[in-house]
């Protein structure tokens, strides 16, 4: 079982954890790759690394492979399984990287991550399509790092993403969400799970997830108020956190942000002049329509909340799901 799905009893503290990510150690620039270079990737050093706490790590490397070192890839076997194999020397690699990477991993969970960044393509790191080939040297993009498949599959509700697909801005902000998402239950787990602190998660998540998916959002609310006495706090957090991760999954549409920006407007509008209602109208509408950021009215509607002291609307993940240094909510 995962660290977070284990129950703490460490002391409640005031100060802020922090977001651990364990990172491909390339992309942050550490000359680890079997060529004696990097990957450095700018959003990861340049961007998230002041507001994150780095796990960097090269599986090959940790495996006594060295820098340099020749190349490695995966390649089918005869039984259909991808074996991750040395060409220049035909060893195969495989069940020393598997082993390694079964108790890394557990140890990974126990410094409590809150995501993964993975180097896309690698035999050892890559999450998807990485080359594997056949018997004849032809290559299909079918397959998952020895490294990653291990992690992927320890870890089901750690938020993984591949750098690569991190400059795609819907994904990016979707992985970030969850990563916050997931420092938050931590929080939440190291205080121990009770049912009126699941409900209170919940209440605070509500609409980041119903922006995702709504049917399981409201599965959610069904899980906490169909709870009975009999079930033990743990094991309910365990099946919230089983849907709540489903639904983190998919980034919203920008019907599903303006179905929801609609609904929090609902909460301050009557308070509202006509001017301003109008304003707060059309800021939905054009985000809508992709003319504005979703920045404009998620910003028009956290002021118009400030001044009527809504504090239900204000303790919203939805309105502040990550640092707003980061700009992750101003692309149209
Ligand atoms: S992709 Fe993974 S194994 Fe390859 S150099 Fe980077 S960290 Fe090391």
């Not at 070192?69 to 598997?98: F, H, K, W, Y």
């Not at 991190?166 to 931590?186: G, H, K, M, Q, T």
């Not at 069904?222 to 743990?234: E, K, N, Q, V």
Request: glycine fraction near 8%; aromatic fraction near 6%; charged fraction near 30%.
């Amino acid at each position: 079982m995962s660290a977070r799905n284990r129950v703490r009893n460490e002391a409640p503290s005031s100060a802020p954890r922090p977001v651990r990510i364990g990172v491909s150690s390339c992309l942050l620039g550490q000359k680890v790759r079997y060529d004696g270079g990097h990957k450095r990737d700018r959003f990861a050093t340049d961007v998230l690394e002041p507001f994150v706490e780095w796990v960097p790590l090269c599986p090959e490397v940790e495996i006594g492979l060295g820098i340099p070192r020749p190349t490695i890839r995966l390649e089918r076997d005869e039984n259909g399984e991808a074996r991750l194999v040395m060409p220049s020397t035909g060893e195969d690699l495989t069940g020393r990287m598997a082993q390694w990477a079964e108790e890394k991993v557990d140890r990974l969970l126990e410094l409590d991550l809150c995501g993964y960044i993975l180097k896309k393509d690698s035999p050892s790191c890559g999450m998807e399509r990485v080359k594997v080939y056949d018997r004849n040297g032809v290559p299909a993009r079918s397959g998952t790092g020895t490294f990653a498949e291990v992690l992927l599959r320890k870890a089901p509700y750690l938020a993984v993403e591949e750098e690569g697909r991190l400059n795609d801005a819907r994904l990016r902000e979707n992985f970030i969400s969850r990563v916050f998402a997931a420092r938050r239950w931590l929080d939440m787990q190291a205080e121990g799970f009770t049912r009126a602190r699941l409900m209170d998660y919940h209440a605070r998540h509500k609409f980041l997830c119903m922006a995702r998916n709504q049917a399981g959002t409201r599965r959610l609310g069904r899980l906490l108020g169909s709870a009975t006495g009999r079930d033990s706090d743990p094991l309910l957090a365990r099946a919230y956190l089983e849907e709540f991760t489903a639904v983190m999954r998919r980034p919203p549409s920008p019907k599903g942000h303006a179905n929801v920006l609609q609904h929090l407007a609902g909460y301050v509008s009557s308070s509202l002049d006509a001017a301003d209602r109008g304003e707060l109208a059309d800021s939905i509408h054009a985000y809508r329509r992709g003319l504005l950021p979703l920045v404009v009215p998620l910003t028009l509607i956290r002021h118009h909340a400030r001044r009527q002291e809504r504090t239900y609307l204000l303790e919203q993940a939805y309105l502040s799901p990550h640092p707003h240094e980061l700009m992750l909510l101003n692309h149209v």
